[in-house]
């Protein structure tokens, strides 16, 4: 047995109390004490936070721990303190001045193993000198795929971090994450400046969760239907709404039929908001009907139920959503509420947020006219954007080598940037190819709904990983709506790279009978006839 996996399985061992450590968490912090950046993708409840504190015992220096909410910090912080792992500190905007100097003293005295932060606190500008000086052995990022587009939960202030981890001199970096379909992992490693990373992805199936899908062409029967479904359910149990009225008045039914049943979404106040999840997470409320606003953080353990009222915007949003279910290991339903009409509406929000060649233009003349780095928010008073305009405008340019972002999430113009006409154009482009491939998002989630195969199947094809049977535990393998495997065609293997000439090289997802799905690095996720590729040569074998 190599060395670094008997001092890693000693450590589990002695310092963590366990008898084994679970399949991916044994590799990934092994491939950390040998110097790589790593990616672990891995489900809830899979132990990712084992992972940092495992290897951070073993690495020389401390720990720094990004995780974007204050509540998540706490959680971390004490599972910490009660496997007596190491000495630990969070750092948020809670703390008073004296206790912001106080945990730094200890940083810098070599009393701190870990210290956790939310990455807006980078914006500070003793924060990243005082961090740097410390000389941290492992960087890592919880909750990584915020920092991703193409993600279900893109947060602006983890753009700062690549920048962060470059000026700490590229410690060992550590990406976790519970969701990340292949453009999302690539958007990680690349915005995060990872070297030669090691990208581990493990168990993306949760085989207690019954999935289902039940179609309704009009709003009050799709209603009435909840209503029904949810008055029968064991409880407790969430249901995810696209709107805040629909949050308020699926809630609103709810409480008419008898349940205890509270609205959530990010119109309240954020002391409601704290409230009705304490209530829920009691079990003083029986059923939370929320938007997106309510999600990361949240580790209920006897969910039985999660339900759509509306279509999600992606297949990564509605497996986070659905994985807040049965994490004790019993059994749990996963029911989406289809209406073909609700698609529009997510249509209309995967086109918002684009932006104009003139604003982009704008925002770039914005900061080289400024004699220094500019924060995002004089940036938006000077040019009148909206946030979401702004972001897009300043993501381009960055992507294009016009603009840096740096550590403190100010933006300045780069030592050598392209002409500012030619760039404006690349990024609109840019801008239109985010938008195309959002909606190939929204098209895979249609697929979900309507899809006359194994759900499951589906699901995890869509993140990488193959089923080799249906499941038998989903609507469609029960009702026997599979496709026998000696029906299938399928002239390229899954997740092998393929070429169009039109759409560009591609990544092979899955087959559904005489369809098959390749997510096109350019143009997103495109379904084509396998008959058509095989006679007209489509698709070519990518090297």
């Known amino acids: 047995m190599p060395a670094n996996r008997e001092r890693i399985r000693r450590t589990a061992h002695d310092v963590f109390d366990y008898d084994r450590l ?46 974007p909410l204050i509540a998540l910090q706490r959680d971390q912080v004490e599972a910490i303190e009660a496997q007596d792992a190491g000495r630990v500190a969070l750092m948020n905007s809670t703390l008073s001045a004296d206790e912001r100097r106080e945990t730094f003293a200890a940083l810098h005295g070599r009393k701190l193993d870990f210290i956790l932060l939310a990455p807006e606190q980078f914006a500070a500008d003793d924060t990243l000198e005082r961090v740097r000086a ?132 990010a119109g309240l106040k954020a002391d409601e908001r704290e409230r009705i ?34 279509i999600s915007d992606s297949m990564d949003s509605y497996y986070q959503e659905i994985g807040r279910a049965g994490r ?37 003349e914005c900061v080289r006219e400024h004699p220094g780095p500019m ?35 100010e933006v300045e113009m780069a030592e050598q940037p392209p002409d500012l006409g030619e760039a404006a154009e690349e990024a609109t482009a840019a801008a239109a190819r985010y938008k195309q491939f959002s909606r190939s998002r929204i098209a895979m989630m249609q697929g979900y709904a309507e899809v006359h195969d194994c759900r499951r199947e589906y699901l995890l094809n869509y993140f990488g990983e193959e089923l080799d049977d249906p499941c038998g535990y989903c609507d469609n393998c029960e009702a026997g709506i599979t496709v026998a495997e000696d029906e299938a065609h399928e002239p390229f293997p899954i ?30 996720y495109k379904t084509l006839a396998v008959a058509l590729v095989t006679e007209n040569g489509l698709l070519e074998q990518a090297r």
């Open 22 to 67: 679970r399949p991916g968490q044994e590799a990934a912090i092994q491939s950390i004490v040998e110097g790589r950046d790593t990616l672990a993708v891995m489900p809830t409840g899979s132990g990712k936070s084992a992972i940092y504190q495992i290897a951070g015992t073993l690495l020389p220096g401390p720990t720094v721990i990004i995780s």
């Open 134 to 265: 410390a000389r941290p052995a492992l960087f890592v990022v919880d909750e990584a795929h915020c920092i991703s587009e193409w993600g279900h939960d893109f947060r602006p202030e983890y753009l700062r971090l690549g920048a962060v981890i470059a000026t700490l001199g590229h410690p060992a970096v550590l990406a976790l994450t519970a969701t990340a379909s292949p453009p999302v992992r690539a958007e990680i490693l690349e915005r995060l400046g990872m070297r030669d990373a090691r990208v581990i992805v493990r168990g993306f199936d949760r085989p207690n969760i019954w999935l289902g899908v039940e179609r309704y062409e009009d709003e009050p029967a799709k209603l009435r239907a909840l209503i029904e479904r949810v008055g029968e359910a064991e409880r407790p149990g969430i249901v995810y709404a696209a709107t805040r009225r629909h949050a308020e008045e699926v809630a609103a039914a709810l409480r008419e039929r008898g349940v205890v049943a509270a609205h959530y979404h």
């Open 277 to 310: 999840q304490d209530d829920f997470m009691e079990d003083r409320v029986e059923v939370i009907v929320a938007t997106t606003a309510f999600g990361m953080g949240v580790d209920k353990a006897n969910v039985r139920f999660v339900y759509h009222y509306d």
């Open 328 to 364: 004790d290991g019993e059994p749990a339903e996963a029911i989406l509420f289809y209406r073909p009409a609700d698609l529009g509406l997510r249509r209309f929000f995967a086109g918002g947020g684009q932006v104009s060649a003139d604003e982009v233009t704008r925002v770039a």
């Open 375 to 409: 924060d995002p928010k004089e940036i938006q008073e000077e040019t009148g954007l909206s946030q979401t305009k702004l972001m897009t405008a300043i993501n381009r340019l960055e992507e294009i080598g016009v603009v840096a972002v740096l550590p403190t999430g």
């Open 495 to 524: 997740n092998s790279r393929v070429r169009h000439k039109t759409y560009g090289e591609g990544l092979v997802q899955r087959y559904e009978g005489d369809k098959m799905v390749v997510l096109f690095d350019d143009v997103g």
